[in-house]
């Protein structure tokens, strides 16, 4: 039930969490790069993967999610979309700052 | 109805397309930074290589229909997540760029 959820926490949060630790004075002043960025990868995200799942493209196999919906996704997968997008824009950030 | 080519339509409706529109309309911009993009897109595929293959084969998160995917497997992800991988990473990078540049401008 857990699995998606430890995935992200190894995959997705740990990393952004010491990118964030270790570059904050760069990337605080830029924070409403990654807002701009998260609601654009909601938009767009959330559209495609509901139409995905409908279709069957992907789906998520029972007892490795919270089994918790929302819009038609599970809250693991609005973790990944929005987290997934943080983590990609913090590394462009700090290479863009250093470039 | 689209098949095997399920995967691949919609990411070319949903991502493709509007990373074509990005570097149409910005492609000046966006090629001076071009190493930027690059460093991302390389690290977004080992990254993927490595925590995509884990979800998918070791811990079952999520799985693939195998009638909607091109059913190549590379590295233990189908080939559509890979390239998958790919295209998120350039059009997060993109967008991230110019959203940098113009809050940079913003301050001035």
């Known amino acids: 039930m857990f699995e998606y959820l430890i995935w992200l926490c190894i995959f997705v949060w740990l990393p952004t969490i010491l990118l964030w630790i270790k570059f904050y004075r760069i990337l605080i002043p830029l924070k409403r790069v990654f807002l701009y960025a998260i609601i654009g990868s909601l938009v767009i995200a959330g559209v495609w993967d509901y139409i995905a799942i409908k279709e069957n493209i992907w789906y998520f196999p029972e007892g490795r999610i919270l089994k918790l919906w929302i819009l038609g996704l599970p809250i693991e997968e609005w973790f990944f979309i929005i987290f997934v997008t943080l983590f990609i824009s913090t590394i462009t950030v700090i290479f863009f700052k250093m470039s | 109805m689209l098949g095997h080519f399920s995967y691949l339509f919609y990411m070319c409706v949903f991502a493709v397309t509007p990373l074509f529109y990005i570097w149409l309309k910005y492609h000046s911009v966006l090629w001076r930074y071009r190493n930027v993009i690059k460093r991302v897109l390389i690290i977004g595929i080992v990254y993927?290589?490595?925590?995509?293959?884990?979800?998918?084969?070791?811990?079952?998160?999520?799985?693939?229909?195998?009638?909607?995917?091109?059913?190549?497997?590379?590295?233990?992800?189908?080939?559509?997540?890979f390239i998958f991988a790919v295209v998120i990473s350039i059009i997060v990078s993109s967008a991230t760029l110019l959203f940098c540049i113009r809050e940079e401008k913003r301050e001035r």
């Open chain 2, 48 to 81: 993927a290589i490595i925590a995509d293959s884990i979800a998918i084969k070791i811990l079952g998160i999520w799985g693939f229909n195998e009638n909607k995917i091109l059913n190549f497997w590379l590295f233990g992800m189908p080939i559509d997540d």
